[in-house]
């Protein structure tokens, strides 16, 4: 797996990198030792970065992802975890909060420091409180060595780019804002890097937008934009191929030019991580994109933040 810095610090990433959401049985249960093996299969080409919370699964993702790195060489892998968020619609950027969050998530992965620290989904809580608080106490553990790069993530990217750029953190993770139907992250990516703070594109697939079974009921993209992605899948099953594929590959293909370091796509599944392997490594068809554009022209770059949907992520 192709591996590129992430920003200033230091950390090489592969560009394809696992979220492990899915490992809290956040959609279905998930076994450990279905756990074991979907960490196993990624560590084995390459995909060694690894993206939890302690909100996924409310602890179970980390506790699974820990038990499946126990025995694997600290070195050999990066994890990266939040604090902040602990519920469907709970956040706490406090100062107890985030100094009693780190440990926990320290006791539940099984390490003794992470790489990349993140406050979670910051647009939903208390922005006084997240930088008076939450980003100096991480600064202070930072300084300790109990972890080594601080982050933030959230879907609002201007708010996402100003704190970056007045806080100086080390990374910015964004998510649905890099795929085939919302492109926004590309300028603001581009800038960030600039700036010397990596970032990662998160849900490639768009939270399930962008696969052949559409949007669940709960998800808040507008049903203009749904019936639209519907019709690309259909356009995409008419070549012979998964949306699914068609989506990560261009995410992965075009990362690099806007400045993005990583696409963190989720899986709690040993074949659908080789499915992810295997895709980012093929070419993308361009006349496929080509009518890909065309069909997504007039909802692209329509995000639920600009045309909302019935459902909703979170909820504050």
């Given amino acids: 797996m192709k591996t590129v810095p992430l920003g200033h610090t230091g950390i090489?990433?592969?560009?394809?990198?696992?979220?492990?959401?899915?490992?809290?049985?956040?959609?279905?249960?998930?076994s450990q030792l279905q756990a074991n093996e979907t960490v196993a299969t990624a560590l084995s080409h390459g995909v060694n970065y690894f993206d939890v919370a302690p909100y996924y699964g409310l602890t179970k993702a980390e506790t699974a992802l820990g038990a499946a790195l126990k025995g694997v060489r600290r070195e050999s892998y990066t994890l990266a975890t939040k604090v902040g968020r602990y519920g469907d619609s709970l956040w706490d950027f406090s100062r107890d909060a985030t100094l009693r969050s780190v440990e926990e998530s320290l006791s539940?992965?099984?390490?003794?420091?992470?790489?990349?620290?993140?406050?979670?989904?910051?647009?939903?809580?208390?922005?006084t409180q997240l930088l008076d608080e939450?980003?100096?106490?991480?600064?202070?553990?930072?300084?300790?060595?109990?972890?080594?790069?601080?982050?933030?993530?959230?879907?609002?990217?201007?708010?996402?780019?100003?704190?970056?750029c007045e806080q100086k953190v080390d990374t910015v993770m964004a998510y649905c804002t890099w795929t085939l139907q919302d492109r926004r992250l590309g300028a603001v990516?581009?800038?960030?890097?600039?700036?010397?703070?990596?970032?990662?594109?998160?849900?490639?697939?768009s939270m399930g937008l962008l696969t052949r079974s559409g949007a669940p009921?709960?998800?808040?993209a507008h049903d203009d934009v749904q019936r639209v992605c519907r019709s690309v899948s259909e356009l995409c099953d008419s070549y012979g191929v998964n949306i699914a594929q068609i989506a990560l590959q261009f995410a992965l293909t075009?990362?690099?030019?806007?400045?993005?370091?990583?696409?963190v796509i989720g899986t709690a599944s040993a074949e659908n991580m080789l499915d992810n392997v295997r895709w980012s490594e093929q070419p993308l068809d361009p006349e496929l994109l080509d009518n890909i554009n065309a069909l997504m022209a007039p909802?692209?770059?329509?995000g639920w933040d600009v045309l909302p949907g019935n459902g909703g992520k979170a909820q504050k």
């Fill in 134 to 164: 939450a980003l100096p106490t991480l600064r202070e553990l930072r300084d300790s060595g109990v972890v080594r790069h601080i982050g933030i993530t959230g879907y609002d990217l201007p708010l996402l780019e100003r704190v970056a």
């Fill in 108 to 127: 539940r992965l099984g390490c003794d420091y992470i790489d990349v620290i993140q406050c979670h989904d910051i647009e939903y809580g208390d922005m």
């Fill in 254 to 263: 075009t990362a690099a030019e806007h400045g993005i370091a990583s696409t």
């Fill in 299 to 302: 909802v692209l770059n329509i």
């Fill in 189 to 205: 990516a581009q800038r960030l890097n600039e700036a010397g703070i990596g970032v990662l594109n998160a849900s490639p697939l």
């Fill in 217 to 220: 009921d709960w998800h808040p």
């Fill in 12 to 30: 090489q990433v592969p560009v394809l990198a696992m979220g492990a959401a899915s490992l809290g049985s956040i959609y279905h249960p998930v």
